[in-house]
T-cell receptor
Framework: KQEVTQIPAALSVPEGENLVLNCSFT??????LQWFRQDPGKGLTSLLL?????REQTSGRLNASLDKSSGRSTLYIAASQPGDSATYLC???????????FGEGTQLTVNP | DAGVTQSPTHLIKTRGQQVTLRCSPK?????VSWYQQALGQGPQFIFQ???????QRGNFPDRFSGHQFPNYSSVLNVNALLLGDSALYLC???????????????FGSGTRLTVV
């Protein structure tokens, strides 16, 4: 059974800092990995999708990497802003079109 | 381009009652998945519908059932509500041909269900 763990559970940083969120998964036979953002009481907004054959994806100040062999992914946020405050979730898909298995998220607070 | 639409946004029900939640997928998508998210936790997969059939199911009791209509919209039904069913229910859509491969899944804003 796939298990996804995110560390840290919560993170508070000053504005402008670069930061890294970590995601690990127990079964390396994944199809893809997706990072989401969730604002309090809201749905999920997709940030980045990495296929199993890819090493990283970038969008603006966000960069996600994937190391299947070690069962790890990182989300790098550059020059953090208060608007980045949210919970960040990673989710793995084990086969094409299959369910997503989520971690419990990292709650990020960026202080002005 | 309309995203995933869920209704209602909030709902309060009494223990033992039944509830129906609705989801309209993103335009062009034909597959709908439902997730339950308890407070402070990651979403848990309930089931997935494609071509009006339940294709995959997570570890949820039979009290949770669903349906997909010819227009790809879907409903989630929960019978005999328990206090523990209180959660945010999320709907996600994707395109079968794409199978979430190229664009991932698109999520709605969810329905907040409170059971009292």
């Amino acid at each position: 059974k796939q298990e996804v763990t995110q560390i840290p559970a919560a993170l508070s940083v000053p504005e402008g800092e670069n930061l890294v969120l970590n995601c690990s998964f127990t079964d390396s036979a994944i199809y893809n990995l997706q990072w989401f953002r969730q604002d309090p009481g809201k749905g999920l907004t997709s940030l980045l999708l990495i296929q199993s054959s890819q090493r990283e994806q970038t969008s603006g100040r966000l960069n996600a990497s994937l190391d299947k062999s070690s069962g790890r992914s990182t989300l790098y946020i550059a020059a953090s802003q208060p608007g980045d405050s949210a919970t960040y979730l990673c989710a793995v898909g084990e086969t094409s079109g299959s369910r997503l298995t989520f971690g419990e998220g990292t709650q990020l607070t960026v202080n002005p | 381009d309309a995203g995933v639409t869920q209704s209602p946004t909030h709902l309060i029900k009494t223990r033992g009652q039944q509830v129906t939640l609705r989801c309209s997928p993103k335009s062009g998508h034909d597959t709908v998945s439902w997730y339950q998210q308890a407070l402070g936790q990651g979403p848990q997969f309930i089931f997935q519908y494609y071509e009006e059939e339940e294709r995959q199911r997570g570890n949820f009791p039979d009290r949770f059932s669903g349906h997909q209509f010819p227009n790809y919209s879907s409903v989630l039904n929960v019978n005999a509500l328990l206090l523990g069913d209180s959660a945010l229910y999320l709907c996600a859509s994707s395109l079968e041909g794409d199978r979430g491969a190229n664009y991932g899944y698109t999520f709605g804003s969810g329905t907040r269900l409170t059971v009292v």
